[in-house]
Every structure is written in structure tokens, then in C-alpha cells.
């Protein structure tokens, strides 16, 4: 679609979302939103006709693209057949992608229990490990996030946690590997992943093995910067769960549905969890869905015994038909086996290019189409291009580089020193060399800030 000027449109979309609209994670005056008039594909265009291609493909859940035909026609049609329906019934949309998701996620995950998102699967995921193991408290990373609602908030692992957490959520922090900025001293990744695994454990040791109900973890940390683990570190957690009956909770909310170019990350590291929560790709964002995929172990746990949750909303047919509709066009059109391919052979060989090139780009790291360019000031001692959660004046240069991203007709995912490259899991080719082109005008931005 070629995208048509209307400013006078915009300028009253503008006024009434500023008139009305809260934003989320923001200072409600200093925010400035775009006024968006439609999107397609890879691409989303404003109301003065300017086009963008979204480096972030919405929020991480774009995995199809926007707009997709087929996607469309389903919930316009489950829209048409039965619009809703309590989660207390048997409905063939819901039936349908319960059964699509089971087949896909790894080992015995073949019960699936429906949310709105991504944050209240994992409340839910850490609800059913409590009352699995009659255990109260919960692990989780430094350097992850896991939604916005409290529990949530307090399992999320950066400074968006701060204001929320009172320390009374029964949750433990520890660290996970990242070798570039290890907290372990390791100089090599089978040093990282031997250290980290011996921090987990030693903690787990010191808190009381038989208090500890479930370790949560991304499978690859998203919003925190895309840290792929080292191999071996998911299987000695694993090792680790099964040796002191700690449930696994893997949250694939944003690497899951093709997005690291396998229908889960965790088949990339041969790792079943007990729990998994996912959410985004399952329908590309389209209709709110999320929801927690169960093991049997778990699932007998409340074979005869009610399980002390639900949501109104659990199951919605229009969000499982999107999903439905999402699931077989991925199958179809082979989006996780382009999302694999064009990750290995444009996507890295590409950032890597640009890391050569400029100064600013201290490390580069992903796999499939989530991938992070970690920005630094100084690449010899690995100074962040700005401070730790830095704010106003001190995060300029991020400013700067993401608004010559943005001129250049690329939308960026900006988090602290990294920029991430997650664009649509079905983007093309000739779609990303046009991005890296406008990516590395404006690392030209990022690099006036280097030593």
C-alpha cells in the first residue's frame, strides 16, 4: 500500500492521544508518540506519508508482518461465526490452537492453559509451580523482563522492577551468564557457563533448596539484550531443577513462534522446561494472546484437584482463530525456515560488517531475527555508550542515534547500550539490506560519542 499524506488526520489523532491517553513506562509530558495511519508487512507509515521499516516488529510480536491477509480473514471470520464465548466451553478456535501450539512446543508440553499475554501467563506459570511443589519462592535473572503485572514485575530483572518491589514477592535474584560483561570473571564461554552454573546453584544452596519452588528464565533474554547462553547452561539448569525438584519455567513470550528462527528457542538447546509461557508470535500480536503450555507432571497435579485460577478472557476465539490462522500461514509460507536462513546468511554476516566499521559497536549478538548490537563508548575497556539506566542529558547519545534511525526511515528497538534488530520473521532480503543502509548511517551518529 502506498501510503497517502492526511496531516489535518494526524494532527487530531495526535491532540486526542495527548488530550487522553496514558502511556505505559512513560513521563506523560516529556513523551512525544507518533501518530501511526497504517502499516503492512514489514513497514508502518504516518499520517505525512513517511514510511518506516520496523526494526522492531511492534513490540517483539510482529512475527508474520502486519496485516496479513490470511490472518485478517480469520478473525474477520471467527468475527462473523461466535465473536466470543465463556472459557468454560469447548469452542473449535480455541480446541484448534491449543492443539496447533502442543504439537510444536518441545517434550510433554501438551497442555495449554490461555491468557491475554505474556505477563499473566507467567503469574500463572509461577501460581501452578507454588502449588506444585508446596514451595513459596521463585529464581530468577538479572538482566531479564517478564511483563508488567506484579509478580511479573518483581521476577523482571532491570531498573523498570525498582518501583514495584517491596522484597515481599518471594522472589530471588541471581545472575545468568553474559560473558561480554560477565560478572564471573570468565574469559571464555565454557568458563562463563561453569561459573553462572555454579552461582545458581550456590544460591539455590543458601536460600534452601526445599524453598525454592521454580527457576524462570528467558530462553534468550529479550528487552535485556538478546544474550544467547553458552552451550551447556540451559541443560545444567535443567540438571540442577530435576536434582533439588525445582520446577523450570522457560519464557518464550518474545523468542517464541520462529522468532530464533525455531518454533521455540528452546529446541535450539535440546531443553524441555516444566512450564513454558509464551504469547506475542503466537498470533503476531493481532488479537491479545498468551498462555502457558503444562507438563504432564504438572497437569496431573490438577487432574482432580481445581486449579485455583483463570481470566475471563482465557481462550478468546477471535485471538485463537488469529493464532490458528498465524500457525498454519508460518507452516505454509516456511517463516521459521526463513527467519533461520536469512539470520545466518544476510542478518549476521551484515551486523557483523557494521561492527567493523564503526567504533560504537562494542559487540553484536543474536540468532534467527533477534539479534542486539551492544553500543559502547569504548571498545577496548567496554565503557557503555551511556550510564546504567541513564536518563535526560546523560542518555544523549542514544537519543541522537535513535532519532538519525529514525530519519533514515528505520524504526529502532533502543534499550540502555543496545540497539536490537528484530524486525518481522518473514521480512525479506532486499527489506533488511535497505535497513542495515539507514542502520549504519546512524551508527555514524552513535560513533561521534566514542573515545
Known amino acids: 500500500m502506498t501510503p497517502q499524506p492526511n496531516p489535518e488526520v494526524g494532527a487530531a489523532v495526535k491532540a486526542a492521544d495527548r488530550a487522553h491517553v496514558f502511556h505505559s ?49 480469520a478473525i474477520q471470520e471467527q468475527a462473523a461465526t461466535l465473536s466470543t464465548f465463556a472459557p468454560a466451553f469447548a469452542i473449535e478456535a480455541r480446541s ?96 562463563e557457563c561453569a561459573r553462572a552454573l555454579e552461582h545458581l546453584e550456590t544460591t539455590i544452596a543458601f536460600e534452601g533448596p526445599a524453598t525454592v519452588a521454580a527457576i524462570v528464565l528467558e530462553t534468550i533474554p529479550g528487552t535485556a539484550g538478546i544474550m544467547v547462553p553458552p552451550p551447556g547452561y540451559l541443560a ?57 503450555a503444562i507438563s504432564g507432571a504438572i497437569a496431573e497435579t490438577f487432574a482432580k484437584r481445581p486449579y485455583p485460577g483463570g481470566l475471563t478472557y482465557s481462550g ?49 549478538r543474536g540468532v534467527g531475527m533477534f539479534w542486539a548490537l551492544e553500543l559502547v563508548k569504548d571498545r577496548r575497556t567496554r565503557e557503555p555508550l551511556v550510564p546504567y539506566n541513564a536518563a535526560g542529558e546523560a542518555n544523549a547519545p542514544m537519543t541522537a542515534f535513535g532519532a538519525a534511525a529514525k530519519q533514515h526511515g528505520i524504526w529502532p528497538f533502543i534499550n540502555m547500550n543496545r540497539t536490537h534488530v528484530v524486525p518481522p520473521c518473514n521480512v525479506t532480503e532486499a527489506e533488511l539490506k535497505e535497513g542495515f543502509a539507514a542502520l549504519d548511517a546512524a551508527l555514524g551518529v552513535a560513533d561521534e560519542y566514542t573515545k
Open 236 to 292: 545444567g539448569v535443567r540438571e540442577i531443577c530435576d536434582k533439588y525438584g525445582i520446577v523450570l519455567v522457560l519464557d518464550e513470550v518474545m523468542a517464541g513462534f520462529g522468532r530464533t528462527g525455531e518454533w521455540f528457542a528452546a529446541d535450539l538447546f535440546d531443553v524441555t522446561p516444566d512450564l513454558l509461557t509464551f504469547a506475542k508470535g503466537v498470533n503476531s500480536g493481532y488479537v491479545p494472546l498468551g498462555g502457558v
Open 25 to 73: 513506562w512513560s513521563a506523560q509530558e516529556l513523551i512525544d508518540p507518533l501518530a501511526v495511519a497504517g502499516a503492512e508487512g514489514s513497514y508502518f507509515w504516518d499520517y505525512d506519508g513517511r514510511r518506516y521499516l520496523d526494526l522492531t516488529s511492534g513490540l517483539v510480536y510482529t512475527n508474520i508482518g502486519y496485516q496479513h491477509p490470511k490472518v485478517v480473514a
Open 316 to 364: 478468546h476465539p477471535l485471538a485463537c482463530a488469529a493464532a490458528v490462522a498465524t500457525i498454519n500461514v508460518m507452516a505454509e509460507e516456511g517463516v521459521v525456515e526463513n527467519a533461520r536462513t536469512l539470520g545466518t546468511s544476510v542478518v549476521e554476516p551484515a551486523l557483523r560488517e557494521l561492527a567493523e566499521r564503526h567504533p560504537s559497536v562494542g559487540e553484536v
Open 96 to 191: 484448534e490452537a491449543a492443539r496447533l501450539i502442543a504439537e510444536r512446543t518441545p517434550g510433554d508440553l501438551d497442555k495449554i492453559f490461555f491468557t491475554n499475554g505474556g505477563a499473566d501467563a507467567i503469574e500463572h506459570a509461577v501460581r501452578m509451580a507454588r502449588l506444585h511443589t508446596e514451595r513459596p519462592k521463585v529464581l530468577s535473572a538479572y538482566r531479564s523482563y517478564h511483563g508488567g503485572t506484579q509478580q511479573a514485575i518483581n521476577l523482571t530483572g532491570d531498573p523498570r522492577r525498582w518501583a514495584s518491589d517491596g522484597a515481599a514477592a518471594g522472589v530471588v535474584h541471581f545472575w545468568a551468564p553474559f560473558l561480554y560483561r560477565s560478572r564471573f570473571y570468565a574469559e571464555t564461554e565454557e568458563q
